[in-house]
């Protein structure tokens, strides 16, 4: 199971950290992934990387503002998200796939989503 949380109400210009933490089941061999999705449009990838910490890599759009990372003593990933922008509202989405995938299709395991509010 994942548990995405740190969703927020921020001002444009801010910051916020989401959280995705792993229980019931040891995900250490998988890849875990960040989408978001905001009203009326499809899933999009925002990063992913390997629970080990390998195989880093962010959605071109996103990146030098967005950045995945984990603790593994906590089997939490993280997304530090600076510089935010009324585009970036979305229900940010963490997953778990077998392979290092990007598009929605390729994630088995999906936490419940946390909401991101950027008021500008």
């Known amino acids: 199971q994942l548990q995405a949380s740190g969703g927020g109400l921020v001002q444009a210009g801010g910051s916020l950290r989401l959280s995705c933490a792993a229980s019931g089941r040891t995900f250490s061999s998988y890849v875990v992934g960040w989408f978001r999705q905001a009203p009326g449009k499809e899933r999009e990838f925002v990063a992913r990387m390997r629970w080990s910490g390998s195989s880093t890599f962010h959605a071109n759009s996103l990146k030098g503002r967005f950045t995945i990372s984990r603790n593994n003593a906590k089997n939490t990933v993280y997304l530090q998200m600076n510089s935010l922008n009324a585009e970036d509202t979305a229900v940010y989405y963490c997953?778990?796939?077998?392979?290092?995938?990007?598009?929605?299709?390729?994630?088995?395991?999906w936490g419940q989503g946390t909401l991101v509010t950027v008021s500008s």
């Open positions: 997953a778990a796939a077998s392979g290092l995938g990007t598009r929605a299709e390729d994630y088995d395991y």
